[in-house]
């Protein structure tokens, strides 16, 4: 068995995979496919927030860098936005709860979403330091 097939955090994040129309504070669409090999979820991002449109893709998996044996603990993802913007994150499913950091695991600003039975709907929302942030949720279209 490889380390990809024993890596079942990662894995878990199979429940992503297909076209979602996110509503709330950003409306639009994220479709999320695996990377050849595996290693890697990429999430083609095409939503307007505040009337400016968001278009990018979001890698997400282990950080392995050059000459490393071990990938991180932790599934880190990187956002490139079309507009030249870069954001890292830090993806967490627990059970149907999917937390997914701003920046590195424990940051107060972070997306907490909950699927519901069907795994066809996850509804949840945003959290800014100092009491921001903005309901957000996804239903699978595809």
């Known amino acids: 068995m490889t ?8 894995k878990a994040l199979d429940r992503l995979v297909g076209t979602w129309k996110v509503s709330g504070g950003t409306e639009g669409t994220v479709t999320y496919r695996w990377m050849e090999g595996g290693f890697f979820l990429l999430q083609d ?14 890698v997400i998996g282990r950080k392995r ?4 044996e071990r990938p991180s603990e932790d599934i880190w993802s990187t ?6 913007c870069t954001f890292a994150y830090v993806y967490e499913l627990d059970g149907d709860t999917l937390t997914i950091w701003g920046g590195e695991k424990g940051s107060p600003a972070y997306y907490q979403g909950t699927f519901d ?9 945003w ?4 009491g921001g942030g903005y309901d957000s949720s996804m239903t699978r279209i595809g």
């Open 3 to 10: 380390q990809q097939q024993n890596d079942l955090q990662l």
């Open 117 to 125: 039975e069907s795994g066809d709907t996850v509804t949840g929302g």
């Open 45 to 58: 991002v095409d939503m307007i927030q505040d009337g400016q449109q968001i278009k990018g893709l979001e």
């Open 65 to 68: 860098g050059f000459g490393d």
């Open 79 to 84: 956002y490139y936005g079309a507009d030249g």
């Open 127 to 130: 959290v800014y330091p100092g």
